[in-house]
């Protein structure tokens, strides 16, 4: 069965400084990976995804992420964090055709004044 | 282009009393899914759709929800009897195409309270 890990539940980091949020995945064939945010009381917003190609995915909102075969991870990152990134992010994945995707359990990030 | 659309936003019910969600996927779109997402987890897959046939219904407690999406097009969840457990937020999400490599589009939910 395939998974998807989030290890922090949250991360605190100071605004302006660079954030990484952690997802590791566990899927049997070449994966698909996706983060999605989520604000307060509203549906999750699709951020990146990685299917095939270059390592180093970009998204919306200066978001990035490294997919690493060899660790089995995909971390979310950004270089300069705003207190407006201030959400819970969650990590997504999946392989194959109508497999369904699977969602880690989210990790909150707080940007501190 | 609009969003997915969901109602109620919210809603309270006593325990074994019965609801319904409904939702409306982005125009065009052929695949929709349910989750179902307790506080403090990510969201679980509840059923996929593709078009009107089920795609996934494996996590669906069949024996108190279901769920239809008649004409490929709107979807509704119902909940009979609803336990205090189901408490929660269902999301209703869709996607463009057939693989599982396009990304989704979430509604804002419906948050159900059992009391």
């Known amino acids: 069965a395939q998974s998807v890990a989030q290890p922090e539940d949250q991360v605190n980091v100071a605004e302006g400084n660079p954030l990484t949020v952690k997802c590791t995945y566990s899927v049997s064939g070449n994966p698909y990976l996706f983060w999605y945010v989520q604000y307060p009381n509203r549906g999750l917003q699709f951020l990146l995804k990685y299917i095939t190609g270059d390592n180093l995915v970009k998204g919306s909102y200066g978001f990035e992420a490294e997919f690493n075969k060899s660790q089995t991870s995909f971390h979310l990152k950004k270089p300069s964090a705003l207190v407006s990134d201030s959400a819970l992010y969650f990590c997504a994945g999946g392989s194959g055709g109508y497999q369904k995707v699977t969602f880690g359990t989210g990790t909150k990030l707080q940007v501190i004044p | 282009e609009a969003g997915v659309a969901q109602s109620p936003r919210y809603k309270i019910i006593e325990k074994r009393q019965s609801v319904a969600f409904w939702c409306n996927p982005i125009s065009g779109h052929a695949t929709l899914y349910w989750y179902q997402q307790i506080l403090g987890q990510g969201p679980k897959l509840l059923i996929q759709f593709q078009n009107n046939g089920v795609v996934d219904d494996s996590q669906l407690p069949k024996d108190r929800f279901s769920a239809e999406r008649l004409k490929g097009v709107d979807s509704t969840l119902k909940i009979q009897p609803a336990k205090l457990e189901d408490s929660a937020v269902y999301l209703c999400?869709?996607?463009?195409?057939?693989?599982?490599?396009?990304?989704?589009?979430f509604g804002p939910g419906t948050r159900l309270t059992v009391l």
């Open positions: 999400a869709s996607r463009n195409g057939a693989g599982g490599r396009n990304e989704q589009f």
